[in-house]
């Protein structure tokens, strides 16, 4: 569990990117937080592995404080894989890659290897074991990131941007892949301001806007919120936008996801019929 | 006088230095002046390689090995040199701070002029004229640095029109912008298309926002092009699918829809023409 309390941080630059924030995420829990460019959101996850540590407040990961521990004993418990994915790469091959942290955090050869062959398994990377992180593209370069994080099986997984540069099919694998995470128990934290994304997943929605929590609650209730998506610099999804419009038909507004939108039109043509 | 294409593109093919496998295979199209072109297709389908293609930084900077024939304006790419390409067609970077170097946004707007040996005169009108033309005249002193991202493609957009080209590529310019910020520069480019004529290429995955303004759509797909119409026919065919691009959420909950029923295979794009839809088979 991760517990926020009255949190502030300013950066040596004299940026306050976060004021007073407080925030619990229950374990097997699943958040994204969204708001503008600036809004703090980075800052505040760059706290959860002990990145950063707060100039005020405290950050508690299952109790314990950020301040107390080592970031390599935090990342053992929290995954966190940043925006832009050449930041944390730098070994010559993929399979090196992901290997790097296990062998840091001591693991076994056999496990490294077993672990190392599941992680390419799940992100689709098997293909490219030998080849070198830099000769991938953008979006591969990203799924190298995640799998060299998911190997050591963090208990907690912050994904920064996860959809930045990625295309349709690859949103798509993401998306079952996330899902498939948070099924199995694992908390999972989104940065992001892909808000069609967002919809399709319907997770608990933190909106942030220049440092502070501006809103905390259900997909459906921030996202379908013009006032909140305004102050977060987001628009409603386009789902929601139609919904808007056809209120007259008895239809409710707090609509975001394709799924929920087709029942919902389908229902009402059939009574109409 | 018949009004030639400002793009035309035959049989152009193209292999990077020290790849095997072709970048782009046999591409033939044409673009015609004032087109306001969506080029979209799955990561590393040769996009961007297309657009360094017309802009002439493949093969000029790229090397490689290029067949075929790519003219802008005419002039055959091959044949002309970057910095005489460059009064033609504006490049606008997917991320603002690798094109941005300034102290402050109108010494930026103002380098590209400098280089091209203009009159004090007409560099300083010009330099008023993207300022105004973007909405940026209350940037004029301030660090590229310091302005959100946003506002710093706002930058890039107005020292890249100051040389006036006639045509402009951006290379997915709104993504690592927020969705608000996104909706704007799209209408930006929107206005620079409608009232200037300008001829816009803009690569992008996200098309929800973009169906209404875009008239015509290139799909691609392992270096080829695939589709190439209007948006209301590329968004509503099945092999638009297939390839997996992200077609706007409004057309995919009408095609969800639609199998219920006997309906048109003209998908609406925008929400009002959703709901009235909707409202027509009630």
Redesign the interface.
Known sequence: MINVENVSYTYPSGINALKEVSVEIEDGAFVAIMGENGAGKTTLVKHFNGLLKPNEGNVTIDGINTRELSIAELSKKVGLVFQNADHQLFCETVEEEISFGLKNFGFSDKTVKKRVEWALEILDLAQYRKTSPLMLSGGERKRVALASIMAWKPKIVVLDEPTLGQDQNQKERLLQFIKQLNTQGNTVVLVTHDIEFVAECNPRVILMAKGEIVADGPAKKNLTNRRFVKKASLILPQITQIFNELADLGLPKDVIGTYEAKQLINNLIKGEQ | MILLPIIEIKDLSYTYPGLSKPSLSNITLSIERGSFVTLT????CGKTTLCRCINGLVPHFYGGEATGEVKVSNLSVQDQPISELAQHVGFVFQNPENQLFSLSVEREIAFGLENLALPREEMKERLEWALDVIGIEDLRQRSPYEL???QQQRVAIASVIAMKPKILIFD?PT???????A?KLFKTISRLNKTLGLTIILVE?RL?LLSTLTNQVIVMDDGEVKMNGKPIEVFGSPLAKLI???????V??YQ??AN??SVTKRPPLS??D??SY?RS??
Do not use: Q, Y
């Open positions: 297709g799955p990561s590393g959100s991202g946003g997915e993504s690592s912008l927020d969705p608000l910020a909706t995955h929800d997996g691009i992200g077609i706007p959420k409004i995919r909950l969800e829809i219920t029923g929400v009002e959703f709901t909707l088979r009630l």
